[in-house]
């Protein structure tokens, strides 16, 4: 997919299993797009995200094989953007438990920035070319604290990664 418009501003959410926090609903309609790196587990995820070009590009997840009406779901996209590419995977065939970084960064070496998901451990690793990014869990299974979400700035060619994650809510 190519992406022509140079400032924008994309959403990365991951491993929602069913559920999507609403905090991160409403931070991605702030969004022009939206990065769903896998483990959907279910249209209505896809449905709730709305970014403002409604443009959500979606990888599957090792728990994504049977759960969407839509049909099949690629296992890897790349997005071209004016200043890099973003390759975009669930990251478990990398590692199980521990993906490896290096292993990822030798598979997608002309991008710019490789988001995947499948630990639920949010992850900005800039300590090499391309950057790895994982977004964290932003449901409720495993989210390590509260339900996470990766917000990337591009403005031409500065990129900046902010990391946000939202407190548990409390359920009485």
């Known amino acids: 997919m190519k992406i022509d418009k140079n400032n924008l501003t994309i959403g990365i959410i991951s491993d929602t299993h069913s559920h999507l926090d609403q905090r991160i609903i409403a931070l991605i309609k702030d969004c022009d797009y939206a990065i769903h790196a896998g483990d959907i587990c279910g249209d209505a995820i896809l449905n709730a995200m ?5 443009e959500i590009f979606v990888v599957a997840g090792n728990n994504d094989h049977h759960c969407h009406e839509s049909g099949p779901l690629a296992n890897e996209i790349s997005l071209h953007l004016p ?4 390759s975009i995977e669930h990251g478990h065939e990398h590692g ?24 639920h451990k949010q992850v900005v690793d800039k300590e090499a070319h391309p950057w790895v990014i994982n977004p ?6 495993r989210n390590h604290g509260g339900p996470s979400c990766l917000v ?3 403005d031409h060619d500065d990129w900046q990664v902010e990391m946000i994650r939202f407190e548990n809510m409390t359920v009485i």
């Open 83 to 86: 200043h890099g590419k973003i």
């Open 50 to 54: 709305q970014p403002k070009t409604g």
């Open 96 to 119: 199980m438990s521990h993906p490896s970084h290096q292993s990822m960064r030798e598979k997608y070496v002309d991008s710019r920035i490789i988001v995947y998901g499948h630990t």
């Open 136 to 141: 964290g869990a932003a449901g409720i299974v």
């Open 152 to 154: 990337l700035q591009c």
